[in-house]
């Protein structure tokens, strides 16, 4: 599969560059614009219930909270005279990021033609940037992969975009022109890394837990017919273990499968879609003979969307089902790795658009998780306890 990718990507950029003079020069040299977009929420918790069991490890938690995110965009492009277009896109990150000290999230550069387009740097993977998620009212909540959600579940939120191994990558990636329809898209990175090399060194192989050799494959479809419209996508996704997560477990490389629709007719928009994730955790030895393995995750989501005007409104809901989870810790479980873990999650979801680029957004949220253990007999921790909310939450968003 690396070898396909790679000599796909060099035989489209060969027939891209050697029909023309490549060193020929732009009209103008490439002009950075800025845009981006501040986005807040804050969620009121009106119900949470009590944990089943006799402590209260899960639920206790403030019922309110607020949350932001800010990025600023610069992009520019180029066109030369041999008709080529090369952008630059780089997005920084307004605050500090949640988990990380990591300020940039995505860095690429682009060349664009009648072939399609290659991008190159760090970047979502082309299963990622393919993906159809169940319509939803806006940008800001929403049942799977939301921007903000605010909730006490173990979990977090569901989600159909599930990186196998490092989200943004330094990859290259291949996306087709559409025709009648249907494009591809391919990408492959050779280490789960962003950025450069440290030093200038190779990285080094057979580390605990990191991945390589990452591929992408991804088919989409997108296409009206009068006032209907019609998207499918279907996309896979695989990643090369070069050592065991933890001492005594076993080496799983992580896979992942998508696959999706959607139907919009006038104001009203249907759709959903499904990801199963192969290997997502690992069994350790002391929980080898507990009926681990195979401990995957199957999540899918469905909604409806209905827009007039300014005003948009949506149901959603998504399942997600997480062998393993209850008894996890850094992607390795060490009991109950027979268990699965379910969360349910369902939101009604308002979106009003004010003027160019600003709208708020409201939306009542409902979370039922359950871990699929006893915790009298494994333990009372977040993972292991049921957790049930009800949350009220809004917000806003600007785009620049």
């Not at 949470?48 to 520019?76: I, R, W, Y």
């Not at 479809?221 to 070069?242: C, I, M, P, V, W």
């Not at 001492?247 to 007719?265: H, I």
């Not at 929980?287 to 409104?313: E, I, M, Q, R």
Request: with cysteine.
């Amino acid at each position: 599969m690396k070898k396909f990718l790679l000599g796909t990507t060099a035989v489209v950029a060969v027939g891209a560059f050697s029909g023309g003079a490549f060193a020929q020069s732009a009209g103008e040299p490439i002009k950075m614009g800025i845009g981006g977009y501040w986005r807040g929420a804050f969620g009121q918790v009106i119900d949470q219930s009590a944990c089943n069991s006799g402590t209260n490890a899960s639920c206790n938690k403030h019922h309110q909270a607020m949350q932001e995110d800010t990025l600023v965009d610069f992009n520019g492009s180029t066109k030369l005279d041999n008709g080529l277009t090369v952008g630059v896109h780089i997005q920084l990150r307004g605050e500090a990021a949640k988990t990380t000290s990591d300020t940039e999230k995505r860095s690429y550069v682009q060349f664009k033609g009648n072939f399609g387009e290659i991008r190159f740097g760090d970047q979502d993977d082309a299963r990622l940037t393919m993906a159809l998620q169940a319509p939803s009212a806006g940008s800001l909540f929403g049942v799977n992969s939301p921007f903000f959600s605010i909730t006490g579940n173990p979990v977090g939120s569901n989600t159909t975009s599930l990186p196998i191994d490092e989200k943004r990558a330094q990859r290259i990636a291949y996306f087709s022109p559409t025709i009648a329809g249907f494009s591809l898209g391919l990408s492959y990175a050779p280490d789960s890394r962003k950025g450069n090399i440290t030093g200038g060194t190779l990285p080094t192989d057979n580390d605990a837990g990191q991945n390589s050799q990452h591929w992408d494959v991804a088919l989409g479809y997108d296409n009206k017919f009068g006032d209907f419209r019609l998207q499918a996508f279907a996309a896979a996704s695989g990643t090369h273990q070069e050592a065991p997560r933890a001492a005594g477990a076993p080496l799983e490389s992580p896979y992942a499968y998508d696959g999706g629709v959607q139907v919009a007719w006038g104001p009203f928009a249907v759709g959903g879609d499904y990801e199963l994730v192969r290997n997502h955790r690992t069994t350790s030895a002391v929980a080898a003979g507990t009926g681990g393995g195979g401990l995957n995750d199957h999540v899918f989501d469905v909604g409806a969307l209905y827009t007039v005007g300014p005003f948009s409104v949506s149901a959603d809901w998504s399942r997600g089902l997480y062998k393993g989870f209850a008894g996890t810790a850094g992607g390795v479980c060490t009991f109950a790795c027979s268990a699965t873990a379910s969360l349910n999650t369902e939101e009604l979801i308002f979106n009003y658009v004010l003027g160019p680029g600003i709208s708020l957004g409201a939306a009542l949220q409902l979370d039922q998780y359950r871990s699929g253990v006893n915790p009298a007999v494994f333990g009372s921790t977040p993972t292991t306890n049921d957790y049930h909310s009800t949350v009220i939450e809004v917000g806003t968003a600007v785009t620049f």
